[in-house]
């Protein structure tokens, strides 16, 4: 997650589970505000610090 990395997160997760909840969101199986609480659990590190 590019966005994330750029702003000095990570997600912690293991990569599957990354992959299989963007792919649901890309196809519509998982809403945004599901999606962004999601991010908001798992991300970690010092948003808006470049790395």
């Keep these: 997650m590019l966005f994330l990395k750029t702003n000095g997160c990570r997600l912690a997760v293991p990569a599957p589970e990354a992959v299989e909840r963007m792919v649901m969101q890309a ?23 470049a790395p």
């Design 27 to 49: 196809a519509g199986r998982l809403d945004e505000p599901a999606f962004a609480a999601w991010l908001r659990r798992y991300a970690i590190g010092n948003p808006g610090s």
